[in-house]
Structure formats: structure tokens, C-alpha cells
């Protein structure tokens, strides 16, 4: 797994090493090393890894997330495999990361299927990382999970560079269930 960002290197050389099922974090984001070139097109040496099996990941983080690209690149179908956060203590509480239901929220807003958003923070990830008992509810599976609302309400997000949507949906957590012990999120904020 790699991350990228400013250059050096360029994300053409980065690319270039990488081989099916290496994963790039950080796909969405809005520096001018990203996936995206000056047409607001993915670049094709991105889609050309894409095709070799190249995996992307959100990995929203601090300076790692940005709305027009990842609305563009949905638009492309280019669309990442995975929703992970890149968080951290200021991030968590300052923003604009916050968790990772705001970071599903934030996917909602990109044009991405609530049905696509929970393979990608279950399913996908635990294939990629060949977590064979994690990943989906079946029987001999471990059953962890998070348990959410949807609510109809209007909620203002903001990306890391500072750009904010508005969105009609809420992702609540409700409780999590790991190991068979159920943990209501009162009782986590405490």
C-alpha cells in the first residue's frame, strides 16, 4: 500500500511499480500529483493501472481529500474499491475527517451507491487484505458490526481543502458488535 501526494515521485512513476492488488490511498485527493490532469480528466496512466488491478482507496486524511475529484472520477466510473480514513486525534476532532460515517457521507455527496459505500468499508476491504472471516455476514464469518441509521436530514461537510457541500443523508452510528459484545455509541463516547 502506498500513498501519494506531493512530487517527488510523480504518480506516473509510483504507478509504474505497482502490480494487481497493490492498493494507492489517497486517490481522491486535490494536489496537482493527484489522478487528476488540468482537463479535469483521470489521467490515462492512472486508468491503465486501474485496468492492471491496481487498487484505490480514499484514505480521507487532513490533506488527502478533495470533492471536485472525486465527483469527476465517479462521474468516469472511476471509482475507488476501498473507504478507509487516514485519522488521527486533530483530525478526528477538528476536522475534516471527524469518522468514518462522515467519511461515507462524504462518498454519498461523490455519487457513489450506499450499496457500493458498505462493500467498500466491508467486503472489498477484507478481500484485498485476504481476511477470509471478516468482510461479510455468513455463516463460520465473524459476525463484527456496525450498526447505522440513515437519517433525512441536511448536513454540511467539508473536504480537506476547505470546499463544502451540503448533503440530504446522515450516516448515524448506532452500536458495534465485535467478539459478541454489543457496544451502544453513548457508552463509546464516554
Do not use: W
Not at 34 to 57: C, H, Q, T, W
Not at 60 to 79: A, C, I, M, P, R
Not at 85 to 94: L, M, P
Not at 143 to 171: M, P, Q, R
Request: charged share 25%.
Amino acid at each position: 500500500m502506498v500513498h501519494i501526494g506531493s512530487a517527488p515521485p510523480t504518480l506516473d512513476e509510483v504507478l509504474s511499480l505497482l502490480e494487481s492488488g497493490d492498493i494507492v490511498t489517497h486517490c481522491y485527493n486535490g494536489k496537482p500529483n493527484g489522478i487528476m490532469d488540468k482537463n479535469e480528466k483521470v489521467k490515462p496512466f492512472v486508468l491503465d493501472a486501474y485496468s492492471r488491478g491496481i487498487l484505490f482507496d480514499i484514505g480521507h486524511g487532513t490533506d488527502s481529500f478533495n470533492f471536485k475529484v472525486g465527483k469527476k472520477s465517479v462521474q468516469e466510473n472511476f471509482l475507488c474499491q476501498t473507504i478507509i480514513t487516514d485519522i488521527y486525534h486533530r483530525n478526528r476532532e477538528n476536522g475534516p475527517v471527524f469518522d468514518l460515517a462522515t467519511t461515507m457521507e462524504k462518498a454519498l455527496y461523490l455519487g457513489i451507491s450506499l450499496e457500493n459505500i458498505l462493500k467498500m468499508v466491508t467486503e472489498n476491504p477484507a478481500k484485498n487484505f485476504h481476511l477470509t472471516t471478516k468482510g461479510v455476514l455468513e455463516v463460520g464469518k465473524n459476525a463484527d458490526l456496525t450498526l447505522f441509521k440513515i437519517k433525512n436530514k441536511e448536513k454540511y461537510l467539508i473536504d480537506s481543502n476547505g470546499n463544502e457541500a451540503i448533503v440530504s443523508k446522515e450516516i448515524q452510528p448506532t452500536m458495534t458488535i465485535v467478539g459478541g459484545k454489543v457496544y451502544p455509541v453513548e457508552e463509546a463516547k464516554q
